[in-house]
């Protein structure tokens, strides 16, 4: 079945810096790549849709600038965070959908990454 | 707001009980639904997903979900749960329209006690 790798899977990082975090497809085609992030105890929010060869599309609450998504082939999206401060401490999860179309197209989950910043 | 709620946070069960997880939305018009599953230490994976036709939708491990459109409602049941079914259960909706965006409901955390 569809693979989304998604590296690291954990991260500490010092207040300030950057910090990259890859998605890939492993054994299929990814148009669209969705960037979520889940707080403790918390549901996924979705915070950003990745569209290959284009701009992202944020969602509202969400600053582009601090959290830069990069989609330039049909197999992987990156999530930046810029510098990063305590409370972008959290669980991201990336999401990528297989290039099919409605009404079976299905949504494959990457393993998370738990980033740290102290 | 529109939303996806889930109104049970926290279920505690014994093994052999029936489960039913609540999942209501808020979004008019067509809708694909789904629930995922998170087991501890692992990621989201897809239980089931309804988009049309019947339903009442059977997925992996014996779970099912019905589809009641006039309530807004997509619930997920299983007749007798398992221990290995201690999880965290999320609903999630893809409004109509163009967008193709998941949207999450707030979990639930399963537990089953064996």
């Known amino acids: 079945g569809a693979v989304v790798s998604q590296h690291p899977s954990w991260v500490i990082c010092k207040s300030g810096t950057s910090v990259k975090i890859e998605c890939r497809s492993l054994?299929?085609?990814?148009?669209?790549m969705f960037w979520y992030r889940q707080f403790p105890k918390q549901s996924l929010m979705l915070m950003a849709t990745?569209?290959?060869?284009?701009?992202?599309?944020?969602e509202q609450g969400v600053e582009k600038d601090k959290f830069l998504i990069n989609h330039a082939s049909l197999t992987l999206s990156t999530l930046t965070v810029t510098s990063a401060h305590p409370e972008d401490s959290s669980f991201y999860i990336c999401?990528?959908?297989?290039?099919?179309?409605?009404?079976?197209?299905?949504?494959?989950f990457g393993s998370g990454t738990r980033l740290t910043v102290v | 707001a529109q939303s996806v709620s889930q109104h049970n946070h926290h279920v505690i069960l014994s093994e052999a009980a029936s489960l039913e997880l609540g999942c209501n939305y808020s979004y008019g018009g067509t809708v694909n639904l789904f629930w995922y599953v998170q087991y501890p230490g692992q990621h989201l994976q897809l239980l089931l997903k309804y988009f049309s036709g019947d339903p009442l939708v059977k997925g992996i491990k014996g779970f099912e979900a019905e589809f009641i459109k006039s309530k807004f409602s997509f619930n997920l049941r299983k007749p007798s749960v398992q221990w290995s079914d201690t999880a965290e259960y999320f609903c999630a909706v893809i409004p109509g329209g163009a967008t193709n965006k998941l949207i999450f409901g707030t979990g639930t955390l399963l537990a089953v006690q064996p």
């Open positions: 990745s569209n290959e060869g284009s701009k992202a599309t944020y």
């Open positions: 999401s990528a959908r297989e290039h099919r179309g409605p009404p079976n197209y299905g949504y494959t």
């Open positions: 054994d299929f085609q990814a148009t669209t």
